[in-house]
């Protein structure tokens, strides 16, 4: 099993735009790819601007379908009008240990 842990930021003034497009990625995602197990979108408690995305995928496979599929992406392009330039990073890397 692997995640993936996305860091951004989110410009001033495009707080709606993007919840509903990033509710639009996470909820499709787990309910559509059988490799999604898992895709959490958390505000930061020091700045409601600041998301971490938590995502876990079945294995690698199901993460590059992930980024195939129609809905990743309307994300994408979302993200060049609601992220601020250079502030989103991804992170991939292998679970160790998942309780539940």
Not at 14 to 41: H, K, R, Y
Not at 65 to 80: I, P
Request: aromatic residues 8%; charged residues 20%.
């Amino acid at each position: 099993m692997i995640a993936q842990i996305v860091t951004l930021h989110v410009r001033p003034g495009e707080l709606a735009g993007f919840t509903a497009a990033i509710a639009e990625n996470a909820e499709t995602s787990v309910w559509t790819e059988a490799g999604c197990l898992q895709f959490d979108v958390v505000a930061t408690d020091a700045d409601d601007h600041r998301f971490v995305l938590y995502e876990r995928y079945t294995d690698e496979a199901a993460l590059t379908a992930h980024r195939a599929t129609a809905h990743f992406a309307r994300w994408s392009e979302a993200v060049g009008r609601y992220v601020v330039d250079g502030s989103k990073v991804n992170t991939v890397g292998t679970v160790t240990v998942h309780q539940g």
